[in-house]
């Protein structure tokens, strides 16, 4: 299933879900300028490796440009790929403007930061010794969707669902959108032999993170479970028709002349 949208309006312009988004383009538009070789030397430098952070393995001088803790920060915004950078903006440009409409801007930065360090380190924990950088937004942004799942389970969520030659759109529960990607996670993970490239305990670990984080941050006038935010309606003006001259009450003098000096 691809999320497309979902009816969830918001109450103030995501700010800083916009500049997040802007942030991972602008970070992988500068790796692919800077050429294959060097690009990756870039995730080399700035990924988080497990075996640097927790092993005791050291970078060459070369690529040791950060502390390795800091990768915890700087692997958030790198990219393998074209496929990776679109799947994960797309994912927090739908659920991210809702959870930061919760939780303020501000807290939801602290948020998404923490969500990620979350996944980075559960991803680092369950194999500490491999070598292979970790890179992508998307133990921050699975965070992100753990706590539209605690605010908005029944809000609905189009989804493009290719069957084959038969491919549909329908609108589905966030609830069982949401559910369907953490259990293929889990499921994932159970089957992982290390050959898909991909940080599905990270993915988990990020999920998790923001469902225990979104209670202990979000603003206290925000409910869990709500269904949707409902849109705020137009102001209604009521305007006074004047009479016409046919339609006045006998004895009723008429509203377009002045009475006296008293009027």
Known sequence: MIPINDDNPTERPAIVTVALIASCVLVYLWQMS??????????????????????????????????????LFSSMFLHGG??????????????G?????????????????ACGVAAALLQAIVD?????????????????????LLLFPRANVLVLIPLGWFTQLRPLPAVFVLGF???????SAA??????????????????AGMVLLPLMKRRAVPLFSQRRQPP???IRIRRRR???????????????RRGPWD
């Open 97 to 113: 403007n809702n959870v930061e409409d919760a939780l303020g801007r501000v807290r939801f930065i602290l948020f998404y930061l």
């Open 233 to 235: 309606r137009p102001a």
């Open 82 to 95: 074209l496929l990776h950078l679109g799947g994960n903006m797309l994912y927090l440009w739908i659920f």
């Open 181 to 187: 990607y953490f259990v293929l996670q889990l499921i």
């Open 243 to 257: 009479l016409r001259p046919w339609e006045q009450k006998p004895g009723q003098p008429p509203e377009n002349r």
């Open 191 to 208: 089957l992982d032999t290390g050959e898909a490239g991909v940080a599905f305990y990270a993915h988990i670990g990020g999920f998790v």
């Open 34 to 71: 800077l050429g294959e070789r060097e690009g990756q030397r870039v995730i080399y430098a700035l990924g988080m490796i497990p075996a640097v952070l927790l092993d005791g393995q050291r970078l060459h001088p070369g690529l040791a440009l950060v502390d390795p803790w800091v990768t």
């Open 128 to 148: 500490p010794a491999s070598e292979i950088p970790m890179v992508g937004a998307s133990g921050a942004i699975s965070g992100v969707l753990g706590a539209y």
